[in-house]
């Protein structure tokens, strides 16, 4: 067993389903629910998304050779709803995911120790690796919880519903 290859194949499927988990929400939801806030303190699942997007276009274009921090990048207008349609959010979402899927598929073994800096920051590839695996996972909860609110009973669980534990253990037993 090569740890590198099992890291990065690990780190790719761990994306994947972080993806994934977006992906279920946004098909349970209409345009409207994607710009509906809790309050005005809190983000809606748009600026979420857009946020999202740049940062993974910042961190993920030319990932070993440049700043992860893009000159490019406009942080703070990530978190400014701009009227998006759903179409335009996924649109955005994919894009993003391309970019992280692609660059982390491209890396070799050899690359996980190299450093890169994120804001003049030096970190090793997998330290960046584990870095925004975090980074995206905290968001895609923000999400889901988002979208479980806005549904209430409406909502199809993304995972074991609530009260059936001992049955989906129980049916990977047969």
């Known amino acids: ?54 940062n993974m276009l910042s961190r ?6 440049e700043d992860g921090e893009k000159s490019w990048r406009q942080r ?19 894009e993003g995911w391309r970019i992280v899927l ?3 598929q491209s890396l070799q073994e050899e690359d996980l120790v190299k450093t890169i800096t994120i804001r003049s920051q030096p970190l090793l590839v997998v330290d960046a690796i584990n870095r925004q695996l975090a980074h995206y996972s905290s968001h ?18 993304l995972s074991i519903p609530k009260g059936e534990s001992a049955s989906y253990n129980k049916s990977l037993k047969s």
């Open 76 to 94: 703070d207008a990530e978190f400014e709803t701009q009227q998006l349609s759903k179409e335009q959010l996924l649109a955005l979402w994919e």
């Open 1 to 54: 067993m090569n740890l590198a290859t099992e890291f990065l194949s690990s780190a790719i499927k761990r994306f994947k389903e972080y993806k994934s988990l977006g992906d279920k929400t946004f098909a349970q939801l209409n345009d409207e629910e994607m710009l509906r806030q809790p309050n005005e303190a809190s983000n809606n699942i748009a600026v979420i998304i857009q946020h999202l997007h740049g």
């Open 60 to 65: 993920w274009t030319n990932f070993l050779t």
């Open 102 to 104: 692609d660059a982390l």
């Open 140 to 157: 895609v909860g923000q999400i889901v919880y988002l979208g479980r609110w806005m549904k209430n009973n409406e909502w199809q669980s």
